[in-house]
């Protein structure tokens, strides 16, 4: 189990309302009684729970409205964290409550089975019993059991797509008063700057890339009637019907000082695909119907696995059981077994795969390999809280997000014997073999990269090129978020289809603010005196010699990178990041290219927001 001391956001009242139900358990008459009682509290902790997570898609909305970006990146955090909050708030209270009953074995049983009869009908029944499933894992230490992601459903919240609006151009083309329709979409109570002038140009855009003035075929234009929120963003979403294709389409929306603008029209698959890619923080959407809101998304973006597109959308625990679901349903399919991951073996952690599944499943090592850097290990537990802290963090874009299982068991037919071997041997103080199952005390699941390493040797020149220049922004994005990657080895990024560079590897990060950047640039040729730095306390890095240490193959990538981004190999940058970063300003994440903004970009004064302190 995760230790660590969660944050309080002060917005559950979880205790109370568990404290307030122990006495009904107690004066509660024979094992069906108490059972049925004590599913009724933990149905009122999860709708605590429940209630709040629906609020704050709105209440982003209304930090977008009104420009509060210290709000919205507080609320982002608190999505992320809120269900593990409630759980670690509840258990305590029922626990006790709940351990009385050892030995009688049919009562947990009754408590699903009540529990199961009080959801029924409800929208959220398949998230109602996964927060049932976790309330027992923690108490019991057992298993980690998926709960089918549609499980219980049996009245969809919305019969007729009711959150979709359409619009029928009247010649074949996107018109400025269809655009200017589609700004309605959210919902906003705030101003635009000039909305005739954006919906004019909205219009113009969709026109030209899909050829409509040339060929007016455009039938049908549908839009979500939510607004997808994130940071200090904004976007309308929806779908463009041609007669032989459907064309996704979003509207980013920023919010500055004039009202509101449409910074970009966003038209291709890919894009989109980076915008609501797993790397960023999720997204709060307004619409309630989590699951046909991921249904659609999932239509306008095939390539990204199901499960990816819940936990885009904030319902992580969903996306959890759905992933779970897709791997094991991969194997299946392709009668493919897990095998040691391609690329270079970790030296603390144990990657696997199989060629059917877009997913790379980790393990931590007992204790690292002779090739680790480092002075000392910390331990499994403490390269598990990075992963978790990067899953909680506000990510930029250039971080893997981490699906993280806990005492989960596979079939032990899934694996290779080689494989099998290994995990026995270099991890066994977190695995065990059981009745032809493998059981997982932690289990760490990121989506398929392919090491930059490797990707470079089977690429293309002007791939490479791409790769390169995309590594220096994926280190840059990191220092914005406050991370820094101690062990800056190339082979701890990835390359992902669309060809972004990720940082997919944990176990060496810091916070940026603990990191001492020294140089020796400014010594003299010859000197023989040891620095300063050497001896100071915690770890020291050398900005200089950051380009040796990412081991690029070859001269002209090299330069490149070098000509690219030059500054990130002098104090100087990381030293201005790191104040920055104390003054409670991060850069602005940019999730889109500049092709398809309207205009070009805010100046560089709009690039830094105050954070919450």
């Known amino acids: 189990m995760n230790t660590r001391p969660k944050r309080d956001f002060g917005t559950l009242s979880t205790e109370q309302i568990a404290y307030a139900g122990l006495a009904d358990l107690q004066s509660a008459a024979g094992g069906a009684a108490r059972a049925g009682v004590l599913a009724r509290i933990i149905l009122a902790v999860f709708d605590d729970y429940y209630v709040r997570s629906r609020q704050i898609p709105l209440l982003a909305k209304a930090a977008f409205e009104k420009?509060?970006?210290?709000?919205?990146?507080?609320?982002?955090?608190?999505?992320i964290a809120i269900?593990?909050?409630?759980?670690?708030?509840?258990?305590?209270?029922?626990?006790?409550?709940?351990?009385?009953?050892?030995?009688?074995?049919?009562?947990?049983?009754?408590?699903?089975?009540?529990?199961?009869?009080?959801?029924?009908g409800r929208y959220e029944a398949d998230l109602a019993l996964a927060y049932l499933a976790s309330i027992r894992r923690w108490v019991y230490r057992d298993r980690w059991q998926p709960i089918p992601y549609d499980v219980a459903r049996s009245r969809p919240l919305p019969t007729d797509r009711a959150f979709l609006r359409s619009h029928r151009p009247p010649d074949g083309r996107m018109t400025p008063a269809i655009a200017d329709a589609l700004l309605d979409a959210p919902g906003?109570?705030?101003?635009?700057?000039?909305?005739?002038?954006?919906?004019?140009?909205?219009?113009e855009r969709i026109n030209r890339e899909l050829g409509l003035d040339a060929a007016p075929v455009l039938a049908r234009v549908e839009?979500?009637?939510?607004?997808?929120y994130r940071n200090r963003g904004a976007y309308v979403v929806g779908a463009l019907e041609l007669p032989e294709r459907r064309v996704p389409m979003a509207l980013a929306l920023l919010n500055g000082e004039e009202g509101v603008t449409v910074d970009a029209v966003i038209t291709r698959s890919s894009t989109l695909r980076h915008v609501f890619s797993s790397a960023l923080a999720n997204f709060h959407v307004t619409e309630r119907a989590y699951h046909e809101v991921v249904a659609y998304l999932h239509g306008l973006m095939p390539e990204r696995p199901l499960g990816q597109h819940y936990s885009t959308v904030g319902y992580n625990h969903v996306g959890k059981m759905a992933v779970m679901q897709e791997i094991r349903g991969d194997l299946a399919r392709t009668e493919q077994v897990f095998d040691h991951a391609p690329g270079?073996?970790?030296?603390?952690?144990?990657?696997?795969?199989?060629?059917?599944?877009?997913y790379v499943l980790k393990v931590i090592r007992d204790t690292p390999t002779e090739n680790y850097k480092w002075e000392r290990f910390d331990g499994v537990a403490s390269v598990l809280e990075k992963y978790s802290a990067v899953?909680?963090?506000?990510?930029?874009?250039?971080?893997?997000?981490?699906?993280?299982?806990?005492?989960?068991?596979l079939p032990s037919a899934l694996f290779s014997d080689a494989l099998l071997d290994d995990l026995l041997e270099a991890a066994s103080g977190s695995i065990a073999f059981y009745r032809n199952e493998v059981m997982f005390r932690h289990l760490i699941v990121q989506r398929k990269m392919v090491p930059l390493p490797l990707f470079l040797e089977r690429c293309s020149e002007r791939e490479a090129?791409?790769?390169?220049?995309r590594l220096g922004q994926c280190i840059r994005n990191n220092a914005a978020?406050?991370?820094?990657?101690?062990?800056?080895?190339?082979?701890?990024?990835?390359?992902?289809?669309?060809?972004?560079?990720?940082?997919?590897d944990y176990d060496a990060i810091l916070p940026l603010s603990e990191v001492k950047v020294r140089t020796n640039a400014d010594r003299e040729f010859g000197e023989e005196d040891v620095p300063d730095w050497v001896f100071e306390e915690g770890p020291v890095f050398l900005p200089e010699e950051l380009e040796a240490h990412l081991r690029l193959p070859d001269k002209r990538l090299r330069r490149l990178f070098r000509e690219a981004h030059g500054e990130l190999l002098t104090a100087a940058w990381w030293e201005r990041m790191q104040r920055l970063l104390a003054e409670g300003r991060v850069p602005r994440v940019r999730t889109y290219p500049r092709s398809t903004q309207l205009a070009r970009s805010q100046p560089e004064e709009d690039l830094t927001l105050r954070t919450p302190g």
């Open 188 to 203: 906003l109570e705030t101003p635009f700057r000039d909305r005739p002038g954006d919906a004019a140009a909205v219009a």
């Open 223 to 228: 839009v979500m009637t939510a607004g997808f």
């Open 481 to 504: 978020t406050g991370v820094f990657n101690r062990d800056l080895d190339g082979r701890n990024y990835g390359v992902s289809a669309l060809h972004f560079v990720y940082l997919f």
């Open 83 to 120: 269900y593990s909050l409630s759980i670690s708030k509840a258990v305590p209270v029922l626990e006790l409550a709940i351990r009385e009953t050892e030995g009688q074995a049919q009562f947990w049983p009754m408590v699903e089975s009540a529990f199961g009869e009080l959801v029924g």
């Open 391 to 409: 899953h909680e963090l506000n990510r930029s874009g250039s971080m893997l997000d981490n699906i993280l299982y806990q005492t989960v068991a």
């Open 465 to 469: 090129e791409t790769a390169v220049i």
């Open 67 to 79: 420009r509060d970006w210290p709000t919205a990146i507080a609320l982002s955090q608190e999505r």
């Open 344 to 358: 270079p073996r970790g030296s603390v952690a144990i990657g696997f795969t199989a060629p059917g599944t877009d």
